[in-house]
């Protein structure tokens, strides 16, 4: 300990003769000499700050500010100042004067303090430094220490090249020093070696913690002085422990009071410069503001709280240094510096020498005042800072009493939180809120089972680190401690007994409920959610009984679903029509409904849900509004019937008719639009299947082939116009294959007339270069292309006049060039196309659906490589966005290649983490022109396509946002082309001839389909 102050204080010494005179010495007598001003410069890279050993001292980041007084920037080497000291910055980046005015007024020259308050140690590990906007722009290196000019609650702030950083005080309080703590006497008497007979707090501590000024702790003494003329809940046990008064008025008595002490203060600092203490003296008293109070019980020293300023305490033994505190159940530690002796002048002092012990403890939740309630008033005394166990001596209702340096004092019950003992066998609610939440995991905070009522009290199971696990819907839940209190459980009335029913119960949602055990109205005590069941308990009238939170409630029978068992195979409808939901597409979508007071056979059981047979997939209707039932008054149930591959698209909602009584009854509907099979066909009638039961649909009202509609839209603007916009945003075609182009010489690196071809040239224009159709830079003459900078051409010949003839960059633009204005004007214009023939499948509404389900999506992607079998993930991205089904199979197998295109089956993409995944675009998106492969999957990783299904959904997503549903009208593949809302923006793709090319595959589709249903858009230009 004594070697530990000693070479402490040497360093402070030194740190001192640095502060006085090196700094102004040396560097600012660099700078008088060259008369030279600091500059503001820029490190470009990342960048080593070394001392004049060459010892690495920290770390700069990229595009870090700071001052130097270096006049050359030679070698990337700069001189920086580094706290007191002189460094040098090397890096092999740029360094960069700043010149911008705008960056130099966001920086002023600072210069380092002679008053210092202490020291940063980087001990195992490098400590980041921040700029003001909280941004990390370096390190001090491990084994380096860096002075402290000033600090607040949240940073330590430093200086590096004239500069103020900052450094996050809560997270490295452990690596400063301060210099009051490290002046400590360096005597060598033999007076310490009495510290050696009970404790080894100095010698084993080898730091000590930062001394965090919180708010309270900073309090004058007018505010420390609390007084209130309220009477404060405490029973007072004996004349030392009167009433506590809760009211924290202060009366201006206290204040003149506090006056007196500060001038007897004053006046005993004044007479007494050096007070004495002897091994007898039994009390001191408190001159400075916020002694602090340490536990050396560990190996180093720990803060534990502070004593108020003006206060007497009485002690347990002398020190050399320090004064022996009784301090809850164990002896902490005061500096004598900032202490005289004194009389005992206090009236709550704690049985003579005596700690606490056996009794309940409580951890302070932030930095607590300790009251001393002796004189009527609340005078603070102490207090405790943040995160400090402590014993308890007594509980109060509304405060806590403890033992704090030989006095009683008095805590707010809320300032504090309250341990609990393995035996607890109960806990009280003593929530900020109404309700505290009950969790599954303690692992999962985002996973809430129910709530429990703030003062409600409650049977726990387990005790964990911070939770109680108690009884909650046949599991364990857990309840944060930290908003509870150790309790008796003597007010609950309604503990449960573990007896129940085999029959569960479910909440609709969230529900409250109640205990009836009071007289009065019900008492709610905890809230249940629809994520759990519960065994039933008894079923009254309007209520369930059951057991939550180890006591018994009851919920009202509205709010809770009595459960289906497994073995239930059927279910009436007791309500009004229920929805029966398809949820394929990952929402649920409403297919048709089931009728009130008929029963139908289920095929799942699910918490909330049927599961049935809907056509020829499974289907949902809620339970709520349901019963079990043993099927008995089905007359039609199924027992032969099998769908077929025909199917009808329902034109309107279709009743679904019972042909076993008579007349014909109804016992469910199919929405319009919706697709399904058939068992047999009659003259009027088409037979089907519905939740078991055999029913039949008029084919008056069912499409069973094709349904064609034809619409038109009518644009205010010509077809020239038109045509004009569209050239101007360069289209392309590949019908020309254009094999040569000219480039003129002096936009790429060919620096020779005569040479020997072929040889490769770059283009070396920031702009490009132009492939033209002849050698001229004319008006007139067509340009096939742009080839951008720095990409390689092949120089075939040289045409005269500084031009070349070039091959024409496949590499670069695949087997595409500009599109004449003809082109344009042939795929534009719909007149031009018969809408007998595919051409009409361009104009396909694209919000329809065609009425396809996925087993008949399924053959049209057989033999389709990656993407056979896919037809679920196409219906479920159709039906989730809106988007006809059989366009987004025909988009998708052009843009792979029938399923076989990289992109399609598979491409490594590296990520910005590193790691390398397979990522899939089935409709290549993104793959612009150049790069298209690397550009798509870059743009499917962002994406999280990582399965083929993921590109497909969400492929079919991305077309639906960007181009049917994004405000643009673009409904149509010629409307994805070619916008005509808004011509030559927005458009998908740059070839003309895009929406034409996937009309063929689109119409094959559709024509190898059951049934199906166009809806056709035709623009219309003036």
């Known amino acids: 300990m004594k070697q530990n102050f000693l070479t402490r204080s040497i360093v402070w010494v030194l740190v001192t003769l640095l502060v006085v005179s090196s700094f102004p010495s040396s560097l600012l007598a660099v700078m008088d000499e ?21 010892e690495q001292l920290g770390f700069l980041h990229k595009d870090t500010t700071f001052y130097t007084i270096s006049t050359s920037f030679e070698e990337g080497e700069v001189a920086i100042q580094w706290g007191t000291e002189n460094a040098t910055v090397q890096t092999e980046a740029a360094i960069i004067p700043v010149q911008e005015q705008d960056v130099l007024a966001n920086y002023n ?23 003001q906007s909280k941004k990390e722009i370096g390190t001090i290196s491990p084994g380096s220490t860096l002075l402290v000019s000033k600090l607040d609650d949240d940073y330590f702030y430093i200086l590096v090249g004239g500069v103020e950083y900052l450094i996050d ?115 001191f008293k408190v001159t400075e503001d916020n002694i602090p109070i340490y536990d050396n019980r560990s190996s180093s020293l720990k803060l534990v709280g502070y004593l108020t300023k003006g206060q007497v305490f009485p002690r347990t033994r002398d020190y050399t240094s320090w004064h022996q505190i009784t301090f809850g159940d164990y002896y902490a530690y005061v500096p004598k510096e900032g202490t005289v002796p004194s009389e005992r002048l206090i009236q709550n002092e704690y049985a003579a020498n005596s700690l606490v012990q056996g ?118 839940g857990y309840v944060r401690s930290t908003s509870t209190t150790p309790s008796k459980g003597s007010a609950i009335k309604n503990l449960g007994d ?59 029978k509205s709010n809770a679903i009595k459960e289906f068992t497994e073995n239930d195979r059927f279910f009436k409808v007791e309500e009004e029509s229920l929805p029966i939901y398809d949820n394929r597409s990952g929402k649920l979508v409403q297919v048709g409904l089931v009728t009130k007071n008929q029963s139908y056979e289920r095929t799942g059981n699910y918490t909330s849900w049927h599961q049935i047979e809907f056509g020829d997939f499974k ?41 076993t009584t008579t007349p014909l009854t109804p016992f469910g509907t199919i929405k319009e639009g919706q697709s399904y099979p058939v068992i047999s066909e009659g003259t009027k009638w088409w037979g089907i299947i519905l939740a078991g039961r055999v029913g039949y649909v008029k084919k008056d009202d069912a499409l069973g082939g094709i349904y064609k509609e034809v619409t038109y839209t009518n644009y205010d603007y010509s077809l020239d ?41 770059v283009v070396k224009s920031t702009s490009g270069v132009n492939l033209r159709e002849a050698p001229n830079s004319n008006s007139s003459t067509f340009v096939y292309n742009t080839v951008p900078y720095g990409k390689t051409l092949t120089i075939v010949d040289y045409a005269g006049n500084g031009w070349y003839k070039v091959e024409y960059p496949t590499h670069i633009f695949g087997g595409f060039s500009a599109a004449y204005e003809s082109d344009v004007r042939e795929y534009v214009d719909p007149i031009n196309f018969d809408l007998t023939t595919k051409s009409m499948y361009q104009f396909v509404l694209l919000s329809k659906y065609a009425g396809a389900n996925p087993s008949e999506l399924n053959k049209l992607l057989e033999g389709k490589g990656i993407l056979e079998g896919k037809g679920e993930a196409f219906s479920q991205g159709s039906k989730l966005v809106g988007i006809n089904e059989v366009y987004l199979v025909s988009h998708a197998l052009l843009e ?20 390398t995944y397979m990522v899939y675009n089935m409709f290549g998106i993104n793959a612009n022109d150049g790069n298209a492969t690397a550009n798509a999957s870059k743009f499917a990783y962002e994406q999280g396509w990582f399965t083929p299904e993921d590109a497909i959904i969400g492929g079919a997503k991305f077309v639906a946002d960007k181009y049917v549903y994004n405000g643009y009208g673009q409904d149509t593949i010629y409307k994805m082309r070619w916008n005509p809302a808004n011509p030559a923006t927005h458009q998908y793709a740059t070839d003309v001839g895009w929406a034409e090319k996937q009309t063929n595959n689109f119409m094959k589709m559709y024509n190898q389909l059951t049934s199906y249903q166009l809806y056709l858009d035709i623009p219309k230009y003036q």
């Open 34 to 54: 060259q008369e030279q001003e600091p500059i503001l410069i820029n490190v470009s890279g990342e960048s080593k700050i070394l001392d004049s050993k060459g």
């Open 109 to 131: 020259y600072l210069e380092v303090d002679s008053e210092l308050i202490g020291v940063i140690e980087a001990k195992d590990e490098p400590i980041p430094f921040l700029d």
């Open 169 to 283: 005080r809560a997270e490295y309080s452990d690596y400063y020093l301060s210099q009051d703590a490290d002046q400590e006497e360096t005597t060598t008497n033999n007076e310490d070696a009495g510290l050696n007979e009970d404790i080894d707090m100095p010698e084993g501590s080898t730091e000590q913690e930062v001394i965090e000024e919180e708010s309270e702790a900073t309090l004058t003494d007018d505010h420390d002085q609390e007084q209130t003329n309220e009477q404060a809940e405490i029973e007072t046990p004996d004349k030392d422990h009167i009433e506590v008064v809760e009211d924290e008025k202060v009366e201006q008595e206290a204040k003149k009071e506090t006056e007196n002490i500060e001038r007897a203060q004053l006046k005993l600092a004044v007479e007494t410069k050096a007070p004495v203490f002897s091994k007898d003296t039994k009390y």
């Open 359 to 476: 009794t309940r403890t409580i951890t302070t939740l932030k930095s607590t005042p300790v009251y001393d309630n002796s004189s009527g008033n609340l005078v603070k005394y102490a207090t405790l800072v943040k995160g400090v166990e402590h014993t308890v001596i007594k509980e109060y209702t509304s405060w806590y009493s403890v033992l704090v340096s030989g006095r009683v004092g008095y805590v707010r019950k809320t300032d504090v939180k309250t341990n609990f003992f393995s035996t607890d066998n109960y806990f009280k609610v003593v929530s900020d809120g109404l309700k505290l939440p009950v969790y599954s995991s303690r692992d999962d905070a985002s996973n809430v089972i129910g709530y429990l009522y703030n003062g409600q009290e409650y049977p726990r199971t387990q005790q964990y680190s911070g939770w109680h696990g108690i009884k909650f819907g046949g599991i364990t």
């Open 498 to 556: 573990g007896k129940a029913t085999n029959i569960s119960i479910t909440p609709r949602w969230d529900s409250v409920v109640y205990d009836n055990t009071k007289p009065g109205p019900l008492v709610p005590f905890a809230v249940v959610r629809s994520n759990k069941s519960y065994k039933l308990i008894k079923e009254y009238t309007s209520w369930y009984s059951f057991e939550v939170a180890g006591r018994i409630g009851y919920i009202r």
């Open 619 to 659: 289907a949902y209707v809620p339970k709520e509004g349901t019963i079990p039932d043993n099927g008995g008054n089905i007359n039609n149930l199924n027992t032969k019937y099998k769908n077929t591959k025909k199917t009808f698209t329902a034109l309107k909602d279709l009743e679904v008719m019972d042909n």
């Open 721 to 761: 116009y038109m045509v004009e916009k569209q050239m101007k945003v360069n289209p392309q075609t590949d019908k020309y294959r254009i094999q040569y182009a000219y480039v003129a010489g002096y936009l790429i690196s060919a620096t020779e007339v005569k040479d020997t071809y072929p040889k490769q040239a």
């Open 896 to 915: 792979t290649g029938n399923g076989t295109s990289p992109l399609a089956t598979g491409v490594n993409y590296t990520a910005p983490n590193g790691k």
